[in-house]
């Protein structure tokens, strides 16, 4: 990395010359024409049109010692393409079995994933069912003792009442004998 922002020289690479076919070292060949070919001969047919020059080369014997091709250079086009196929077929499903073996092997563990989850699901709504039938029966207990809690206060209440015209009756009276015994007391003085 350079320094100080300035950039890296990279070596340049050498641009090779531009082709100009006219440089090429060996003379050119001229373009062959009919007129070029030696002892050329017109068809008998049409005297415009040149013979074959390889019908005058010598013919070559054939020799049959040679070894016969193998079987499967005489298949026909036919064979051949169903021998491509075949093989294809067998790329395409090695392929595929690969394919499908990951596949099923990362299922499979998506499955135990899941499993456990269910399970640890199943464990955690387990403990809510209980936590809300102890909830229920602490608000039943709450709602029972506030109830025994009110007949009590309510019990209290009517004694206190009772106690209010038991007194409502006697203070009359214990004002009088008050008066009155004040009143023997101040004689007695």
């Given at each position: ?93 090695s392929i ?58 309510g ?15 006697l ?8 008066k ?10």
């Amino acid at each position: 990395m350079a320094l100080f922002d300035k950039k890296e020289k990279k070596p340049e690479l050498p641009v090779p010359p531009a082709y100009n076919p006219n440089m090429m070292s060996s003379p050119a060949m001229p373009a062959p024409t009919p007129n070029n070919f030696p002892n050329m001969n017109m068809t008998e047919n049409n005297p415009n049109i040149p013979s074959n020059p390889f019908d005058k080369l010598p013919k070559m014997e054939m020799n049959n010692n040679l070894a016969p091709l193998p079987s499967e250079n005489k298949l026909n086009n036919k064979d051949h393409t169903e021998l491509m196929t075949e093989d294809i077929e067998k790329i395409t499903e090695s392929i595929i079995s690969e394919k499908w073996g990951k596949l099923s092997s990362e299922l499979k563990n998506m499955m135990e994933w899941k499993n456990e989850l269910s399970k640890q699901l199943d464990s955690y709504k387990k403990k809510v069912e209980d936590l809300d039938n102890k909830l229920a029966q602490t608000q039943t207990a709450m709602i029972g003792k506030v109830d025994e809690y009110n007949k009590s206060i309510g019990d209290v209440n009517v004694e206190i009442q009772a106690m209010g015209k038991v007194f409502e009756k006697l203070i009359p009276e214990f004002t009088n004998n008050v008066k009155e015994l004040s009143e023997i007391v101040k004689k007695h003085k």
